[in-house]
């Protein structure tokens, strides 16, 4: 299957401070990013898709000015944290997937633990 | 919004057991998705399925996508420890988002 890779795999930063969570297909044009969270043993949570060259769109509940994401290339998205707090401390995934088709497939990260202090 | 039921939400079997899991949906699919994840770690794409009726297996694995293209399933044949995870499904109609389920978190027995 495709790679997608994510980077930082983990960071510790100190509330207030913003964050930057880099996230690359590295073997094929991603059309579409998704960016999940995910609490201790639960299940992943779309917080916003976002097609290259467009704003993301955000899940409802989700603050876009918390959460800034930005697709600028077929390759890569970022997601930052923005001021961040100890709340925030989360399992963040970034997803992939190529141009529409019949035969589309959804590829993950490898995710980033963000703990704010 | 579009939601997927997964079942069992979890289990716990003996190692050499054989496991079987399901996802429904209330809508038509075209595409089903099986994922693993272990922990820690993103979810992996096991199998891919793409046509109703179709059973596609990746080694102890097999997957079908059902003939009302509502549900998918999937088993694991003869478990060993390195199963231990949470199986996501995902589903899509074309031209739409994947939908993911809640996931299926399998536990393994020595």
């Known amino acids: 299957g495709a790679v997608v890779s994510q980077h930082p795999s983990w960071v510790i930063c100190k509330s207030g401070t913003s964050v930057k969570i880099e996230c690359r297909s590295l073997d094929f044009q991603a059309t579409t990013m998704f960016w999940y969270r995910q609490f201790p043993k639960q299940s992943l949570m779309l917080m916003a898709t976002?097609?290259?060259?467009?704003?993301?769109?955000?899940e409802q509940g989700v603050e876009k000015d918390k959460f800034l994401i930005n697709h600028a290339s077929l390759t890569l998205s970022t997601l930052t944290v923005t001021s961040a707090h100890p709340e925030d401390s989360s399992f963040y995934i970034c997803?992939?997937?190529?141009?529409?088709?019949?035969?589309?497939?959804?590829?993950f990260g490898p995710g980033t633990r963000l703990t704010v202090l | 919004g579009q939601q997927l039921n997964q079942s069992p939400q979890s289990m716990f079997i003996q190692e050499g057991e054989d496991v079987s899991m399901n996802c429904t949906s209330s809508?038509?699919?075209?595409?089903w998705l099986w994922y693993k994840q272990d922990p820690g770690e993103g979810p992996v794409l096991l199998i891919a399925?793409?046509?109703?009726?179709e059973l596609t297996s990746n080694g102890r694995l097999t997957a079908q996508f059902g003939i009302t293209r509502k549900d998918s399933f999937l088993n694991i044949s003869a478990s060993i420890p390195s199963d231990v995870g949470i199986y996501f499904c995902a589903g899509r109609e074309y031209g739409q988002n994947f939908v993911f389920g809640p996931g299926t978190r399998l536990s393994v027995l020595p």
């Open positions: 997803s992939a997937r190529g141009p529409e088709s019949s035969y589309n497939e959804q590829f």
């Open positions: 809508s038509i699919f075209n595409t």
């Open positions: 976002s097609n290259e060259g467009s704003k993301a769109t955000y």
């Open positions: 399925l793409y046509k109703a009726g």
